[in-house]
């Protein structure tokens, strides 16, 4: 079972700054890219930025590029999003999961993900 665990939402007001957390329990992270997906309320869960599993390699969402970055410690077993500049629209729930490959279907289900508000 691929289960991610995210953390680090929070309120934030505009312009403001979060950094999330993807950690894996009982596996590696090592072999997969991981992604990091939003759902707003209403909305459908979208893709936000997606690293390699060497960390090479990364791809973000128009909407938030320059603005956000993804990166990975797999020594620590874990994968950031490091979200700068925040905006109300950025207000979501944001999740992470597994990939063979950043163009991959996900692998495993669903975590609880981890609620991100952007409000004065």
């Known amino acids: 079972q691929l289960q991610l665990v995210e953390s680090g939402g929070g309120l934030v007001q505009p312009g403001g700054s979060l950094r999330l957390s993807c950690a894996a329990s009982?596996?590696?992270?090592?072999?997969?890219?991981i992604g990091w997906f939003r759902q707003a309320p209403g909305k459908e869960r979208e893709g936000v930025s997606c690293i390699s599993s060497s960390g090479d390699s990364t791809n973000t969402a128009r909407s938030v590029k320059g603005r956000f970055t993804i990166s990975r410690d797999n020594a620590k077993n874990t994968v950031y999003l490091q979200m700068n500049s925040l905006k109300p629209e950025d207000t979501a729930v944001y999740y992470c999961?597994?990939?063979?490959?950043?163009?991959?279907?996900?692998?495993?289900?669903w975590g609880q993900g981890t609620q991100v508000t952007v409000s004065s």
């Open positions: 999961a597994a990939r063979k490959g950043c163009l991959s279907p996900i692998l495993g289900s």
């Open positions: 009982g596996f590696t992270l090592d072999y997969y890219a």
